[in-house]
């Protein structure tokens, strides 16, 4: 029956003129676990060993990460821009720097957002409009600024409408990446909350609210006084026996089993017509849920906007296009997405798609602005309105559901819901045709992981080569939940003025020490562990603040307050909640985790000891099983080392709070907190593996490491660091590209393959021994396999790994790991060009603040060096004095640097500008030549780029014209 138009009646949700189409996908079978026992009182999962992930968007052919020097370049364009819009992008920059006015880095963004926006007289253009995120910030130790803004159109973000500025202490804009939407603005729709628009503020809202409820009461509770209604709406309902009878479309029952027989009065036969509309009303304006009395039998979920049944009802109306309800579009893109081959089966039959969506229960948040940023317009804030969807299929929680724009290749703006969807395996950012349901216009999947063998290796372990031993130191049930993507309360400031003192015994871990990348480098020993003590002041069991996650646990014997201090005496800290999960299920909180504890050393000098058998290489020697089960406590421990070594390496080049490391608590330095890395060691999701999940800064990332049944003993991911460096490399590049807070700028192509080789390179550069070149294979270890899990060694010897650029053109390079393999195989080269210029230390961690005058020299370059490098020079950090220092040291500034969705290009020409800026442009000729060894010269190109990655690619070896030198 179709909808009566009243005045008071105000509805997004409307016909849609297109019957749903799908998008086909092979999904993937899980295999069942060997066993079905209980693990730690919960039962294991399936495996699903091939983790189905989907990732695409748009290609934006007016994508530019431009600066002064790249517009001068003389050398073939290539990029897809022309000369003249090159010049125009340097234009702009000039500009700017130019005007005369405060050089604060919010005033420099906006300024420069407005330019390229083309405001005339300072008036945006009609529906145009832009923020600064919140997550922008200013390099501590750099003094660079990387700022971020978000554009808006119509008063929704466009969602992949990016600015990102690199501005200089000075004030003077570096270099920008962007993707900002110039081309006219569509007719703004009617917004489902075009009612609390009208609201002048939430006062005026509320009394609106209200009134929808007595309106309600009086047609659905007329012998029932309001005191009466408001002790029966307010009950728990969520603990009684319902008895939700619905009685015909103008009969409306809800109540408990008691208040049915008590008060039989309250039942009324009602107009539809006029209840209805009221209840549709109240549900979406007031963001009043749909298990409220006041909707009970309101049977809100079978008119969904989009489904068969309303596009029948609504055949003979005609206007403007209009908008698919959220529940059928999140649907629609679980079909695609799941894989449970049986579940997509029955959501390919629409009628099926439907009455799941049906059962999906809508609560509404609604926000004066969508966003914690001021708007450039200055306007009157306005209501937004967010949908958060529960009870969905296969979702490990809600899933907040938004409008949005994205652009179109056409140079338009298409209208989407945006999803944020915690799956068991995947976490998507999805965003679905608003219009059109099952057309999804661009997925992100922020769990990345590690490519299977290709196929099973035999049990007789492989001779992998030894490498040298460094000279350095149904539905889900509510108690199994993955991490969710909520952040807890902040520590008070009051708690955050400082870190507490150190713990008084120094902890001792007996593991494979740092640097060691798997147990044929070398044996465990006894360690304190690599730490930079700026990163963890600390330490790594201590959490400054009363503050914990574990705090409803009934027994948590090795958490305690000391002081105003939560510490930990097992495998828990600021950095990192360690773990194992054989079950596959993800708990983390729960009483039942047996967590490895430090215990009481031979000789009493700690009561810190983490000691726990790991047999391997007697079981290795024998070829015997060795149960995963035997050794987990020593597992878990490896794991919590490496993250935290890692951590604090990692910090010491600038991941740190206000860029968006993982921590719990960030001492009052920036950023967001409540989001150390949950970590699970021999995870049973799985085996063959790894994966790391990156929501946005203020949200936990999580890891899971898997045992590689590749050869007799299994082998345990969690003690080859190279794994656990590649998995965790994915939440650095994440937070950094783009910003803290985007978690989609490495979705796919280009970008999700460098997202891959960044983790490859820094785990080669860590395990490298000397200044020798040497063949690194990945992941040889745990897969046993000589050559590894990439199709080649990383090798600077183009016998052994002969990839180009043009490689990601060849078939079976279309993968984001293989694109990882060819980015990371260029960043090999550029580190061998480092070291042999500028040599190799044995020691990436650099010296404390407190270290004598020699021992900082011996690592960085002295001030009287610094002031001989070139006037280019802008960033104030120190100068790594070693080539593989300096890279790593190039890659995370780069990657500040880069524009969300970078490409080769961008991510090359990104290195080049960190090292303008660290050294002044010393090795500009040195990284131009090693990038242009691997086909990414100055004339390198691609043609006809897809929303996966493709195209068609040309290797480029020449070089900047200052770089050629007679030989070349």
């Known amino acids: 029956m179709a909808r009566p138009a009243t005045h008071g009646h105000k509805r997004l949700f409307a016909l849609i003129a297109l019957l749903p189409f799908w998008l086909s996908f092979a999904s993937l079978a899980a295999s069942p676990l060997p066993n079905s026992h209980l693990v730690n009182g919960i039962a294991p999962r399936p495996q699903d060993p091939s983790r189905k992930s989907l990732a695409w968007g748009p290609e934006h052919n007016h994508k530019v990460f431009a600066d002064l020097e790249s517009a001068n370049d003389a050398a073939p364009l290539r990029r897809g821009l022309d000369s003249t819009r090159k010049h125009a992008y340097a234009a702009a920059i000039h500009y700017v720097n130019a005007e005369v006015g405060p050089k604060t880095p919010y005033s420099v963004a906006t300024r420069l957002a407005k330019h390229l926006l083309g405001y005339a007289q300072g008036l945006a253009p009609s529906g145009h409009d832009f923020y600064v995120r919140p997550d922008s910030y200013t390099d501590p130790s750099s003094g660079i600024s990387h700022y971020f803004i978000r554009q808006l159109v119509n008063g929704l973000e466009v969602a992949d409408g990016d600015l990102n500025i690199n501005i200089s202490p000075e004030g003077k804009i570096l270099s920008f990446g962007s993707t900002l939407f110039a081309g006219q603005a569509p007719p703004p729709f009617t917004n489902q909350g075009v009612a609390a628009s009208e609201a002048t503020s939430d006062e005026e809202l509320s009394q609106r609210c209200d009134k929808l409820r007595s309106e309600l009461e009086a047609h659905l509770f007329p012998q029932a006084s309001s005191a009466e209604y408001t002790e029966t709406a307010g009950a728990d309902w969520s603990n009684t026996n319902e008895a939700f009878v619905r009685g015909g479309v103008h009969q409306f029952v809800f109540e408990s089993n008691a208040a049915a027989a008590e008060h039989p009065a309250h039942r009324a036969k009602v107009d539809s017509n006029t209840v209805l509309p009221l209840q549709e009303e109240l549900h979406e304006l007031c963001g009043v849920p749909t298990d409220d009395p006041l909707l009970h039998g309101a049977d809100l979920s079978s008119r969904l906007a989009g489904s068969l049944s309303h596009l029948r009802a609504k055949r003979d109306l005609h206007g403007p296009e209009s908008i698919v309800d959220p529940r059928l579009a999140l649907i629609y893109f679980l079909r695609q997405a799941t894989p449970d081959e049986g579940l997509a089966a029955r959501l390919s039959d629409p009628r099926a798609a439907e009455s799941e969506a049906a059962q999906i229960v809508t609560t509404f948040e609604h926000k004066l602005q969508p966003h914690a940023g001021k708007t450039d317009s200055g306007a009157q804030a306005s ?17 907040p559901a938004q409008l949005a724009y994205v652009q179109t290749e056409g140079e338009g703006l298409n209208l989407v819901w945006k999803f944020q969807i915690p799956l068991e395996d995947n976490a998507y950012e999805a965003y679905a045709d608003a219009h059109r349901p099952g057309s999804i216009s661009t997925v992100v999947d922020w769990v990345h992981s590690m490519p299977r063998p290709r196929s099973k290796a035999a049990t007789k372990p492989a001779k992998v080569a030894s490498l040298g031993r460094p000279e350095f130191g149904n539905r889900r049930l509510p108690e199994l939940g993955r991490p969710d993507f909520s952040s807890y309360t902040p520590i008070k400031p009051s708690e955050a003025d400082g870190p507490a003192a150190p713990l008084s015994h120094e902890p001792l871990y007996r593991v494979f020490k740092w640097g060691l990348n798997d147990p044929t480098e070398g044996r465990r020993s006894n360690e304190k562990g690599e730490r930079y003590e700026e990163a963890s002041p600390v330490g790594w069991h201590t959490v400054p603040g009363k503050h914990s996650p574990f705090s409803s646990l009934k027994v948590d014997e090795a958490r305690s307050l000391v002081g105003d201090n939560t510490v930990y005496s097992d495998t828990r800290g600021n950095n990192v909640f360690a773990q194992a999960d054989p079950s596959g299920n993800g708990e983390w909180k729960s009483d039942s985790i047996k967590r490895p504890k430090g215990r009481l050393s031979e000789d009493g000098s700690t009561d810190m000891m983490f000691n726990y058998p790991y047999k391997w290489r007697k079981s290795e020697k024998k070829q015997t099983e060795l149960p995963p089960a035997d050794y987990v406590a020593a597992a878990t421990v490896q794991l919590f080392v490496t993250i935290n070594e890692y951590h604090d390496l990692l910090y010491a080049y600038g991941f740190d709070e206000a860029s968006g490391n993982f921590q719990e608590h960030n001492f009052g330095r920036g950023g967001e907190a409540n989001d150390g890395v949950i970590a699970f060691a021999q995870d049973g999701a799985g085996t063959d593996n790894a994966d790391f999940m990156t929501p946005p800064d ?16 299994f082998r345990d991911g969690d003690f080859e660091a190279g794994i656990v460096i590649h998995e965790y490399s994915h939440g650095l590049s994440t937070r950094l590209t783009g ?39 990945m992941g040889s270890w745990a897969s046993n396999r000589a050559k590894g899990i990439r199709n080649y060694p990383y090798s600077t010897n183009k016998t052994v790994n002969p990839e ?24 090999n080269e550029v580190e061998e060009a480092l070291v042999l210029e500028h040599g190799f230390t044995t020691n990436l961690f650099p010296p404390a603040t407190n270290a004598t005058a020699k021992e900082q020299a011996a690592f960085f370059l002295t001030e009287d060096e610094v002031a001989s490098l ?12 070693h080539g593989n220092s300096l890279l790593v040291q190039l890659i995370l500034d780069g990657m500040k ?29 040195l990284l131009w030549k090693a990038f242009a060894k691997r086909g990414l010269g100055t004339d390198a190109s691609v043609i006809g780029r897809t929303p996966w990655g493709g195209g ?13 030198s007679s030989s070349d």
């Not at 949200?699 to 590749?710: E, L, P, S």
């Not at 180009?804 to 960043?827: C, F, K, N, P, R």
């Not at 068609?952 to 050629?964: E, F, I, N, T």
Request: aromatic share 10%; proline share 7%.
């Open 739 to 777: 910003g803290p807070a985007n978690s989609g700028c490495l979705g796919w192509g280009e970008s999700g393959g460098m997202g891959e080789g960044w983790g490859d390179a820094l785990a080669s550069i860590i395990r490298r021994t000397g200044a020798a070149p040497h063949d690194w294979p």
């Open 804 to 827: 180009t650029y043009s490689y990601l053109d060849h078939a079976g390079y279309w993968g984001v790991h293989a694109i990882g393999e060819v980015w990371a195989t260029m960043l």
């Open 383 to 399: 209501h937004t309105q967010i949908e958060y969807l529960h009870n969905v299929p296969t979702a490990k929680g809600p899933v």
């Open 870 to 881: 070139s006037k280019h020079r802008v960033s104030k950090r120190r100068v790594p004095r």
């Open 952 to 964: 068609k690619r040309s290797d480029g070896y020449a070089v900047p014209h200052d770089c050629k």
């Open 698 to 713: 203020g949200q936990r990332g999580r890891m899971r490491m898997y045992v590689w049944d590749q050869s007799t003993p």
């Open 897 to 925: 640097l880069q524009p969300c969705r970078p490409s080769f290009f961008d991510a090359r020409d990104a290195i080049v500008q960190a090292d303008k800026h660290l050294t002044g442009g010393q090795n500009k000729c």
